[in-house]
């Protein structure tokens, strides 16, 4: 049987914590994602993790 290790809660965000515009979270998850897709094994999940981050480009330079 399995043994299940639960994560612990996440802190309360302060303000300071949530001084983030979006820009810059989409921008933030871009990196996430190309990073996470060379690490992927599964193709189908890089792929997943490749089209997000290319839609999440084209929405960025549609801003800036």
Same mark, same amino acid.
């Given at each position: 049987? &399995?043994?299940?290790? =639960?994560?612990?809660? !996440? =802190?309360? &965000?302060? *303000? *300071? &914590?949530? *001084?983030? @515009?979006?820009?810059?979270?989409? @921008?933030? &998850?871009? !990196?996430?994602? /190309? @990073? %996470? +897709? /060379? $690490? %992927? $094994? +599964?193709?189908? +999940? !890089?792929?997943?993790? *490749? @089209?997000? $981050?290319?839609?999440?480009? $084209?929405?960025? !330079?549609?801003?800036?």
């Amino acid at each position: 049987m &399995a043994e299940i290790i =639960p994560f612990p809660p !996440r =802190p309360k &965000a302060t *303000e *300071e &914590a949530c *001084e983030i @515009d979006l820009l810059l979270a989409v @921008d933030i &998850a871009i !990196r996430d994602l /190309r @990073d %996470l +897709s /060379r $690490r %992927l $094994r +599964s193709k189908a +999940s !890089r792929q997943q993790a *490749e @089209d997000c $981050r290319q839609m999440l480009e $084209r929405a960025l !330079r549609a801003v800036v």
